[in-house]
């Protein structure tokens, strides 16, 4: 996903994920960092860029995965994801510069995101972080919420099709399903984790159909709480 960071916008990529909430990019100084093609975010050349004291809400919102710096009495962060990859870095703000289909960009200033110093795993290095697109309170989702009214679609192009077209990203009414023949399912909500999640009420092979218990998957008013998670980020 291109996105832009800081001031002036430096444009990078990041990875497109719906199961995690924390956006986050490579940055200076780097104590270790796995190989990619653009610079690094260097956080000194941008005056929008404010790290999170110890004390601050949105720190006590990475829960287990937060701790203090105490020598810098800054918020620190460190994730692991399913695959082993990782990153530990610091809590900040910055701008966050998207394209528009009017063609002008759109800034997103204060956004939290995390600066990291110390990151690894599968990467390819085209990317240079992680775009956090879950349900949780620190995902680019939730704090452009008032912007996009909480909605957002994209549409992958086939793997054959890439080198010709691009998937697209949409924030905003824009994405709501239309068109003919279109159908669409809710996403629900299950408990208190982060993640979305679906109604799963069968599945069909040819023409036999298996239904599925769904008795566990409802809330206290029988309405569906969500029995299988989606999730676009790959193990």
């Not at 105490?70 to 620190?76: E, R």
């Not at 069968?202 to 008795?215: E, L, Q, T």
Request: with cysteine; aromatic share 10%.
């Amino acid at each position: 996903m291109n996105i832009s960071l800081g001031s002036p916008p430096m444009s990078t990529i990041g990875i497109m994920d719906t199961g995690s909430d924390l956006s986050w990019t490579q940055c200076k100084p780097c104590k270790r960092c796995f190989k990619q093609q653009g610079p690094l975010f260097d956080s000194q050349n941008s005056p929008t860029y404010k790290p999170f004291p110890c004390n601050a809400k949105e720190c006590k919102y990475l829960g287990k995965d937060g701790f203090c710096d105490k020598k810098k009495q800054l918020c620190g962060y460190n994730y692991t994801y399913g695959d082993n990859s990782f990153t530990v870095g610091n809590l900040a703000l910055e701008t966050f510069t998207l394209f528009s289909s009017q063609g002008n960009p759109i800034s997103f200033p204060m956004i939290a995101f995390g600066c990291g110093f110390n990151n690894g795993g599968i990467f390819s290095g085209v990317e240079s972080g992680i775009i956090g697109l879950g349900n949780g309170q620190l995902s680019l989702v939730s704090q452009m919420s008032s912007s996009i009214n909480g909605k957002f679609s994209y549409c992958l192009v086939p793997v054959s099709s890439q080198s010709k077209h691009s998937s697209k990203m949409t924030f905003g009414g824009a994405g709501l399903p239309s068109g003919h023949s279109t159908v669409s399912t809710p996403l629900l909500l299950n408990g208190t984790e982060n993640y979305y999640y679906l109604a799963l009420e069968g599945i069909s092979v040819g023409k036999k159909r298996s239904d599925i218990n769904n008795s566990l998957a409802r809330n206290s008013s029988n309405a569906f709480k969500g029995n299988i998670m989606i999730d676009s980020g790959e193990i």
